[in-house]
């Protein structure tokens, strides 16, 4: 073969090698480039699905929280549960565990004893009542005293009158007998109004004897006055244990709630009381009482008395039972979604039912289903 033609052939071979690596190069930097955008995409979508879904996860929150207060203005606060669609895409489910959705308020506490709760109310309430009549008396005999008053120095003035002589002199001296009645009237008024102020006086001190005679009935062997609640109309929730802990050497003898003795033993701190049968707190926003925890004897040496509600489905909440507080907290949780995104957020908010503020708020990996 000639060698121009070698030439020319071996020429060829170098640019079609050439174009090849020129064209594998460009696909190689074309195939990351789009990679690369698809990934930023992808990524950015991602964000803004997670943007998205925290949002709606406060709008659960927030929707939640307004209905607990809306029910609360004219009742006993609730919520409902499950999903809520924004539009066609977008929508937020509010749930919770048993133990979110137990309220319990630990602002009536006191130490408990020789009579029922009810029995010291009831005392307290007669002694009340005595006081309450005592001050109605009390006020018809200021307005009584007031009359005899008034009474008396009308007689004054009509006796003062019958002694004034005629013409000018006696009309100034009616004045006189005029200014001297209004005086007394004056006098019998104020005297009235000192009066039932006394009688006021007299009927707080009645009162705060009668607080004094409704706490000597307790003997405080019992912690009293706690109450617990469901917040949602959604579900039931089952209290299936108590766990009891104290600071002194008594024994936990009784628990009893909505008049149903469920616990009985001997034990001391901390107590596992297995209640029988299960605690059941209906969906109709029932209050119920728990009645009494009594120990072996005084609990005048104890500092604090601690309460952990075991659910049934094991989740718990730990409440300091005494000394009485205000405390008073559930925990709402909802989850925002994306319908056709694997993307979700899911929000919990600790809501302090006493001040009526959020206490706390974090984001948690699980996901509230419908």
Known sequence: MPPGILSIRNQAGVVLLTTVLLIVVASVSIYGVTAFIVERLAALSTRAAQLETVYLAQAGIQQALYEFRNHDMSGNGYFSLGQTDVDSKRSFVIGGNPADLLLVDTSQVVLGGEYSPAECRAIGRVCRDECTADRAACYATCDDERAVC???????????????????????????????LNSAYSACDLARTDCRDQCYDDYLDCRAECDEEQQACIDGNKVTGLTIQNVTDSQTIRIDRMRVS?????????????????????????????????????????????????????????????????????????????????????????????????????????????????SAWEETDEEISP
């Open 246 to 358: 104290w600071d002194n050497t008594r024994l936990l003898r009784q628990i009893v709630i909505n008049g149903q003795l469920l616990w009985s033993g001997s034990v001391s701190s901390p107590a596992n009381a297995n209640l029988a049968p299960d605690f059941t707190l209906n969906a109709s926003q029932t209050v119920y009482d728990i009645d009494y925890l009594q120990f072996s004897g005084s609990m005048a040496s104890a500092t604090t008395v601690n309460i952990e509600f075991i659910m049934s489905d094991g989740s718990s909440k730990i409440v300091t039972a005494y000394p009485a507080s205000d405390a008073a907290f559930i925990t709402v949780r909802a989850t925002g979604k994306i319908t056709g995104s694997e993307v979700y957020r899911t929000i919990a908010a600790t809501y302090d039912v006493g001040t009526g503020t959020v």
């Open 150 to 180: 008034r009474s008396d120095a009308y007689a004054v003035y009509q006796a003062c009158v019958a002694q004034c002589p005629s013409g000018w002199q006696g009309w100034l001296c009616r004045l006189q007998c005029q200014t001297a």
